[in-house]
C-alpha cells in the first residue's frame, strides 16, 4: 500500500531525516510532506513576497497565511500526518496541524517526550499512535505497509 505522509512540527532537530532514513531503508512506499524547515524564510516569506511591514503582527499575519496555504494543502493530500513536538520550542503550528488533520479524519501519530504527555493529553488522546523516537514511527510505518 502506497501512503502520503505530512511530517509537521518542531524544525531544529533531524526527526524528519531519521524517518525519511528509515522508510527508505525499509524500502517503504511512502511519500512525505513537509512545512519549510528553514526558519527564517518560513518567518519571512510574506514580506519577501508582499512587502515590508512597519508592525510585526501584520508581518506574522502575512508569513502565517502564506504557509498556512503550504501546510494545509499537504495536509489535506496526506493519508497520515506524523506530528513532534520538541522540548524546546513550543510548536503551536504542530498543534493546529494536528487538529486540521483530525478534523478532516486524517489519522495522527504523535511524537513526543515523556515529559510532554501532560500538556498534550487531548492531542495524544485523538492520535492513532503516540510514540517518543522516529524509529517507532518507522515500526509503525512498516507494520501498516504490509501486504
Known amino acids: 500500500?502506497?501512503?502520503?505522509?505530512?511530517?509537521?512540527?518542531?524544525?531544529?532537530?533531524?526527526?524528519?531525516?531519521?524517518?525519511?532514513?528509515?522508510?527508505f531503508e525499509n524500502n517503504l512506499d511512502i511519500e512525505t510532506f513537509s512545512p519549510i524547515t528553514d526558519h527564517e524564510q518560513s518567518d519571512y516569506v510574506g514580506e519577501v513576497i508582499l512587502g515590508?511591514?512597519?508592525?510585526?503582527?501584520?508581518?506574522?499575519?502575512?508569513?502565517a497565511k502564506i504557509n498556512a496555504l503550504r501546510t494545509q494543502t499537504a495536509i489535506k493530500k496526506s493519508d497520515i500526518v506524523i506530528?513532534?513536538?520538541?522540548?524546546?520550542?513550543?510548536?503551536?503550528?504542530?498543534?493546529?496541524?494536528?487538529?486540521?488533520?483530525?478534523?478532516?479524519?486524517?489519522?495522527?501519530?504523535?511524537?513526543?517526550a515523556p515529559e510532554l504527555t501532560?500538556?498534550?493529553?487531548?492531542?495524544?488522546?485523538?492520535?492513532?499512535a503516540v510514540t517518543e523516537t522516529p524509529q517507532q514511527v518507522v515500526k509503525i510505518l512498516k507494520y501498516i505497509s504490509q501486504p
Do not use: C
Request: aromatic content about 12%; charged content about 30%; hydrophobic content about 40%.
Open 52 to 63: 515590508n511591514e512597519q508592525d510585526n503582527f501584520w508581518k506574522d499575519h502575512k508569513a
Open 118 to 128: 501532560h500538556p498534550l493529553k487531548e492531542i495524544d488522546g485523538m492520535a492513532m
Open 83 to 112: 506530528v513532534r513536538f520538541g522540548e524546546k520550542y513550543k510548536q503551536w503550528n504542530a498543534a493546529f496541524d494536528a487538529g486540521i488533520a483530525i478534523g478532516l479524519g486524517i489519522p495522527v501519530i504523535v511524537m513526543h
Open 1 to 23: 500500500m502506497k501512503y502520503r505522509i505530512y511530517l509537521s512540527g518542531e524544525i531544529h532537530t533531524d526527526w524528519r531525516e531519521k524517518i525519511k532514513q528509515g522508510i
